[in-house]
């Protein structure tokens, strides 16, 4: 997936956005970048995700040993920028500014953010199925946002990257509440579905309701993933209209906030 990059110009040079990816964006759901970040930088977000997943085991109280081996394997881990600086700094990345600003607009904020490691399968249950984060949460700006899926090391199917599926992100799809995996799932079946097979500070850039999912992690080693995504401010869910996410201002007038 990697794409020929001009050795004289550093990404921040130029547009990062191509004309062919803004059509993929809008034509598929998404589209993949070339390297836009330094090994120096990938490795400070490795070593904090693995500190955030450590401290997420700890605090789980001894008494719920389940909860605990699902944390082990299949870590959940939202809002790392509370709980690391370096995490926090790192969503300010001029790369995601840059992104931010030619996707959205002049105004943006961070609404979500998550470490997305995922260890060695046991039971299949690293298996994420296939969903629109839509129907998680349903919000009023659905098309105007976009998440980012970094890979802080190489990404393949067999360790567990997650899968696009291409031209399904104006449709709501039908879900279903997966029991075991305590995940919605939708089907695929009618889409070209494409894996994020990635390079170290590689990304696939999609909207809020293409669908995604991924197989379980196949390989002895972690897969190491980071998900950013950003909106337009003053996103609100439709059940409650309540603000919804982070709520963290990246971009004002097209400058950081
Ligand atoms: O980490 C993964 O493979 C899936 C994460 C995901 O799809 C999500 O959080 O919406």
């Known amino acids: 997936m990697t794409q020929p990059t001009d050795e004289s110009s550093h990404p921040l040079d130029r547009r990062l956005v191509t004309e062919q990816q803004r059509r993929e964006l809008d034509e598929r759901g998404f589209f993949a970048t070339e390297k836009l970040f330094s090994d120096e930088e990938l490795a400070l977000v490795r070593q904090e995700s693995f500190r955030l997943h450590r401290a997420s085991i700890a605090d789980i109280p001894a008494d719920n040993p389940i909860h605990r081996k699902k944390q082990g394997i299949r870590p959940f881990l939202p809002t790392p920028q509370e709980r690391s600086e370096t995490i926090a700094s790192f969503q300010r990345h001029p790369v995601f500014q840059s992104l931010a600003r030619e996707i959205i607009g002049p105004d943006v904020d961070q609404t979500w ?67 075991r995996l305590e995940w919605w799932s939708c089907s695929v079946d009618d889409f070209e579905v494409v894996p994020g097979t990635l390079q170290p500070g590689e990304m696939i850039v999609y909207r809020l309701m293409t669908p995604h999912g991924s197989p379980p992690n196949l390989t002895d080693q972690v897969r190491q993933a980071f998900l950013i995504t950003f909106n337009v401010p003053g996103v609100r869910l439709l059940e409650n209209g309540e603000l919804f996410g982070d709520q963290r201002p990246l971009l004002r007038d097209g400058g950081l906030a």
Request: aromatic share 14%; net charge negative.
């Open 113 to 179: 953010s998550q470490c997305c490691l995922k260890y060695p399968d046991v039971g299949r249950f690293t298996r994420f199925p296939y969903h629109q984060d839509g129907r998680f949460a349903e919000i009023d700006r659905q098309d105007s946002g976009f998440s980012c899926f970094l890979a802080l090391e190489s990404l393949s199917p067999e360790n567990g990257t997650l899968h696009f599926a291409a031209g399904a992100h104006r449709t709501a799809l039908p879900h279903q509440w997966d029991e």
